[in-house]
């Protein structure tokens, strides 16, 4: 893993991404900086003086293989951290810390990936997908990603097409508080009847869990209590959801 470095990059647009989501792309191109799918940042904003609200930790969303851009997707917030990046101009300079943490794929793992998202917590599995189809991969994964509406799911049709492309990745996305008529996909929270549904054995599984802590603690003490071990899967609590 590389030792993370400060740099400056150039904020150059954001988009929005859900109801309450926008990614913010980064200018790359400067930045000699590797990273691994599913590592995290930080953004330190130094036009903000206090040290509590001018720094905050974000999943990578772009992938490795997005050479020219860096990309976060953040929810919006009303902290003043978020209220000075939401109104950032393009073409300001901020200060990125990375590569962070080691919520990345386990490739001395024979079984399937099943990677578990609630919400916003999708952010790094985009950027391990998009790495998996670009690279031409063979591993069997199953991603089953939660959102409460379909106004706030993220990177649907962008998952999707990576899901035809690529027979070993499977996308299933759940809605588990509001869902149009015609919605043909999984209803309700991740349980073990659900995620049962897509592998014969929950035991026999390496598992990803990325969300907020209640999503989190959620599906791992499921886990836990039907036999699963601690060593079969890695966790990304977004601390602050
Ligand atoms: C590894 C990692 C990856 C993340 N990736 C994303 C991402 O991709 N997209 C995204 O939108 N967010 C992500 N987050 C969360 C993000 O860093 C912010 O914490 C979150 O967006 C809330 O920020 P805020 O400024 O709106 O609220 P804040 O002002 O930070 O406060 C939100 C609430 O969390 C509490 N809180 C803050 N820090 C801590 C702490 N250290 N321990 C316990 N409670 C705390 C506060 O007291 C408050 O109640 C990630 C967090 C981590 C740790």
């Known amino acids: 893993m590389n030792t993370p470095k400060t740099y400056e990059a ?4 954001k988009e929005k991404a859900s109801e309450d989501v926008w990614t913010f792309y980064f200018d790359r191109t400067q930045i000699v900086e590797k990273f691994l799918p599913g590592q ?13 609200e001018n720094n ?10 997005e050479t020219d851009i860096l990309a976060i997707s953040v929810k919006e917030g009303i902290s003043t951290f978020k ?20 919520f990345t794929f386990d490739l001395s793992k024979p079984t399937t990936s099943l990677l578990l998202s609630g919400g ?15 690279e031409r991969l063979e ?18 049709d962008e998952l999707k097409a990576i899901e035809k492309k690529n027979e070993k990745i499977k996308v299933i996305y759940t809605l588990s508080q509001r869902f149009a008529k015609n919605w043909s996909e999984e209803t309700g929270r991740i349980d073990e009847k659900m995620i049962l549904k ?10 990803y869990i990325s969300g907020g802590i209640e999503f989190i603690s959620g ?8 036999g699963v071990t601690k060593d079969q899967g890695k966790i990304e609590q977004f601390i602050g959801l």
Request: no cysteine; charged share 20%; net charge neutral.
């Open 10 to 13: 150039i904020f150059l647009k």
């Open 56 to 65: 905050r930790l974000f999943s990578i969303s772009s992938s490795p293989l």
């Open 83 to 102: 209220k000075e990046l939401f109104k950032m101009e393009n073409d300001t300079t901020v200060k990125l810390e990375f590569p962070l943490g080691s």
């Open 40 to 52: 995290h940042l930080k953004v330190k904003l130094p036009f903000i003086d206090d040290v509590a």
């Open 219 to 226: 599906i791992a003490d499921m886990l836990l209590s039907k």
């Open 139 to 156: 591993y069997d994964i199953i991603l089953l990603a939660s959102f409460s509406t379909p106004e706030k799911m993220l990177f649907y």
């Open 120 to 134: 916003v917590g999708i952010t790094p599995f985009f950027s391990m997908l998009k790495t998996v189809e670009n």
């Open 198 to 207: 897509y592998v014969p054995d929950l035991k026999a599984n390496y598992y």
